[in-house]
């Protein structure tokens, strides 16, 4: 037992926790034995999007909201462009979708590498950084690094360039890449694949801490594939409406100790977006080799371990670069590569699946073609309190844990959940009181 | 640079990346180095990168690179410690050089942006303007972009681990266009584009997929942008038009917040 189990008061802080987006800090208080409060603290500083997008032109947001996100840029773009051509009456159509969801599976094939291997690995060696896990396994970090590199390579490929893409617009792309472009994809794609489903077996033999969390999930669904971009957003509670719907049921709170606001589920429930989310949801619209890698990593049905969202993480790795495979098998240009985009008065909303969550957007725009009202409504925020829910669990578990095995605990109940604070609008810095 | 660190055996120049109101996106442009990040960090000790590692050294560093700008009290007072801290300080990014997109306050009604996304105004601590860390500190070079290029990244690197000045461009997006064999989509096309006055470094890559250039790199050293709004304007692009294509990530660099101010009138009246 440790020194401080024994103490009746007891604080545990950790100044900043690493390996995730943005800043934001952690308290949690142990008043006798037992957890009173917990807290997820984001400050970092707000940048207020929604209302700088106030009185600029309705093409504008795929490339301004991009800029919430260096990471997952094109989960702006995407959500964006579906919140205006829904307010626009526009539909794209299945050639230009399919060019999307191939951008997107880059966005997913980037990110998830970035924080699987990268970010949230090196917790379950004791490392402090993907560097010091080299020096102990650096066959999986060049794995992580190339299949990064295949993710960046598709970015650039359809959107011309890996952090805030140029080709995406309103309606389409300004230019549809050549058949020769994209099937060169297909080499990288392949040798990805192979290292993704290598990524699973690696993961799935980690030891994860025995946590189980009640969540509510919130993801979307499409009966075609496994969401992406597509579809409409249900739950494990039998919620299944659209974007709209959703941004009318879930309703966000301001509280002082955080610029992100907090999302309840009609005003009432906390719930979870992001892999778990998806995985309950969406299990059997799994590709293939996806699912081979599930079932081989002993996932099947919903996984309520968060530390284990770290397994779930890499089977999406090998989902996306089956989903990024097949449409460059089929691919032929959209002609033309987006359509037009109608100057008329609208509101509309979008959703789409960021690499750590449902990512919703909402604009009303006046007959003059600008933007009269934005709502961005990020995956962080909505997972706040749930994140703060397993950080509760977590400390209550590991209350005979030493103040620094607690604090690295709670880090690592965070970075399970790849928290973009950025997006969230925004500082982790852990501290658990206990008195 | 070795005796500056005083870390004992351990030889190679430190390095220290610090985020404020950003992104991530430029630092994510080092992470994106994947055929150099371990050449990288076998180079340099990377001493505090808190978005890569969870250990942290404390100064002197040797170099530290800046990504985000200033828009809290806190942030105006941890970027001194930053410049005292370190030996080159290097700033990254739009909004580390310009202010960003969150620079779009200064040109609003003080409070009026807090008040239209939060429902609590005063549960906020932040400053009415975002403003670029040179307007704190004294920044020994800036790297530009909206995200940086990854090659001028690994450029600014190299050059400083061999003690050198590094080669950046401080010419125009056009001679980009022209070296790559672009067909000019101003003059073709007449689509607005601010490559004319824009500083090159992201490759031309927008007139290369058919759009105008929207400025991510901030405005070239000799930027003529009175007479690319004159232009603008006789093709039909409207001021309010103008105003926005020179207000987005680069709104506060001060050639371009001049120009769009010229034309606001416009868009104030809205």
Same mark, same amino acid.
């Given at each position: ?93 299945? @050639?230009? *979708? ?12 980037? !990110?998830? %590498? +970035? #924080?699987?291997? $990268? ?122 409406? @659209?974007? *709209? ?12 100790? !955080?610029? %992100? +606001? #907090?999302?309840? $589920? ?140 607690? %604090? ?28 | ?270």
């Amino acid at each position: 037992m440790s020194e401080g189990s024994l103490r009746a008061e007891r604080t545990v802080a950790v100044e900043g926790i690493a390996r995730v987006e943005g800043e934001g800090s952690l308290r949690a208080v142990v008043r006798d034995g037992s957890v009173s409060d917990v807290e997820l603290t984001i400050f970092e500083p707000p940048r207020f999007f929604e209302a700088l997008l106030q009185g600029r032109d309705r093409l504008e947001p795929p490339d301004i909201t991009a800029r919430i996100c260096g990471i997952c840029p094109v989960a702006y773009q995407m959500s964006s462009c579906r919140a205006v051509e829904d307010a626009l009456g526009i539909d794209v159509g299945p @050639d230009i *979708a399919a060019l999307r969801r191939l951008l997107y599976c880059g966005e997913w094939i980037q !990110s998830h %590498a +970035l #924080h699987v291997t $990268l970010l949230h690995a090196p917790d379950f060696f004791g490392c402090a950084d993907a560097v010091e896990l080299a020096s102990l396994d650096s066959a999986a970090v060049e794995r992580a690094l190339r299949l990064k590199r295949v993710g960046n390579l598709v970015m650039e490929t359809v959107g011309g360039r890996a952090v805030h893409p140029v080709n995406v617009r309103v309606g389409g792309f300004y230019r549809a890449p050549t058949r020769e472009e994209v099937g060169a994809l297909e080499g990288p794609l392949r040798e990805a694949l192979d290292l993704a489903r290598k990524t699973v077996e690696w993961t799935s033999g980690f030891d994860f801490p025995d946590v189980t969390g009640d969540y509510l999930f919130v993801a979307l669904h499409d009966p075609d594939r496994y969401a992406i971009d597509s579809g409409r957003v249900v739950s494990s509670a039998g919620l299944d409406t @659209d974007a *709209a719907g959703f941004l009318e049921a879930a309703v966000e709170e301001h509280v002082e100790r !955080s610029t %992100a +606001l #907090h999302s309840r $589920l009609f005003g009432r429930d906390e719930y979870l977006t992001g892999p778990l989310a998806r995985f309950a949801l969406n299990e059997g619209q799994l590709g293939p080799v996806a699912r081979r890698a599930a079932t081989g990593a002993g996932l099947v049905g919903a996984c309520r371990n968060p530390f284990r969202s770290i397994v779930v993480r890499s089977v999406e790795l090998v989902e996306a670069c089956e989903q990024a495979l097949g449409i460059v098998g089929s691919y032929a240009p959209p002609a033309p590569g987006a359509v037009e985009v109608p100057a008329r008065a609208g509101t509309g909303a979008g959703a789409t699946e960021a690499p750590r969550g449902l990512l919703l957007h909402r604009y009303e725009i006046g007959p003059d073609g600008l933007i009269d009202a934005a709502r961005i409504v990020p995956p962080t925020a909505q997972n706040q309190l749930s994140i703060e829910a397993d950080l509760r669990r977590v400390v209550e578990r590991g209350l005979e844990l030493s103040d620094s095995a607690l %604090a690295a605990r709670c880090e690592q109940a965070v970075r399970n959940h790849d928290p973009c604070i950025s997006c969230a609008a925004h500082f982790l810095d852990v501290e658990v009181v206990r008195t | 640079m070795s005796e500056r660190d005083g870390a004992g055996a351990d030889v190679r120049p430190s390095l220290a990346v610090w985020k404020l109101a950003s992104c991530d996106g430029c630092q994510l442009t080092l992470l994106d180095c994947e055929e150099e990040l371990l050449a990288i960090a076998g180079a340099v000790r990377i001493a505090h990168f808190t978005e890569m590692s969870s250990a942290s050294v404390s100064g002197p560093y040797d170099v530290s690179l800046v990504e985000g700008s200033i828009t809290t009290e806190e942030d105006a007072a941890r970027i001194g410690e930053v410049r005292r801290s370190s030996r080159t300080l290097v700033t990254i990014g739009a909004c580390a050089t310009a202010g960003g997109i969150q620079s779009l306050r200064n040109f609003s009604e003080p409070g009026s942006f807090a008040r239209t996304v939060y429902a609590h105004p005063e549960y906020l601590r932040s400053l009415e303007t975002s403003t670029p860390v040179e307007a704190h500190v004294r920044v020994d070079l800036a790297l530009h972009g909206c995200p940086i290029d990854r090659g001028q990244l690994l450029e600014v690197v190299a050059a400083l681990l061999a003690g050198r000045r590094p080669v950046l461009p401080g010419h125009s997006v056009c001679e980009q266009c022209k070296s790559r064999g672009t067909v000019c989509v101003l003059v073709a096309g007449s689509t607005p584009c601010l490559g004319p006055v824009t500083r090159a470094g992201c490759g031309a890559i927008c007139p290369a997929v058919g759009r105008g250039c929207f400025g991510c790199f901030g405005p070239a050293d000799t930027a003529n942008t009175a007479s690319l709004a004159r232009r603008l304007a006789a093709d039909g692009v409207s001021p309010d038009a103008v105003v926005r294509l020179f207000r987005t990530f680069n709104a506060g660099a001060p050639a371009f917040e001049k120009e769009s101010r010229a034309h606001e009138r416009g868009l104030l009246a809205r």
